[in-house]
């Protein structure tokens, strides 16, 4: 059974950063690709990031990109997002989601299983 719980939100001013975690059970860890979403208040969801099975491949919102950065560990069955320079709207519940797919990583109909989510705020 696929389970994937995130951990490391909290709350932080501008400028600061977090480091969000997505543990994930499953033997077939190392053959999964894995999104990050955030959702706010109001606001349909949206993709962060994810990364490929293989590393192979990255993608960042344009929102994130330089200031987020997506890492796996696949013997620890983990998959990271280090936020630095955080802004106020980077705010929301952020997911991680596991995906069979390569590519084609930012549509969330690639997704088959999700996270609980854990909450980023941001103080201004």
């Known amino acids: 059974q696929v389970q994937l ?29 894995v999104g990050w979403f955030r959702q706010a208040p109001g606001k349909e969801r949206e993709v962060v990031g994810a990364v490929s099975w293989s590393v192979v491949r990255t993608y960042y919102a344009d929102a994130v990109k330089g200031r987020f950065t997506i890492s796996r560990d696949n013997a ?4 990271y997002l280090q936020m630095n320079s955080l802004k106020p709207e980077d705010t929301a519940n952020y997911y991680c989601a596991r995906s069979l797919a390569i590519a084609s990583l930012s549509k969330s109909a690639n997704y088959d299983y999700w996270g609980q989510g854990t909450q980023v705020t941001v103080s201004s």
């Not at 620890?76 to 998959?79: H, I």
């Open 5 to 33: 719980v995130e951990s490391g939100g909290g709350l932080v001013q501008t400028g600061g950063s977090l480091r969000l975690s997505c543990a994930a059970s499953g033997r077939t860890f190392s053959s999964w690709s």
């Open 76 to 79: 620890k069955n983990t998959v």
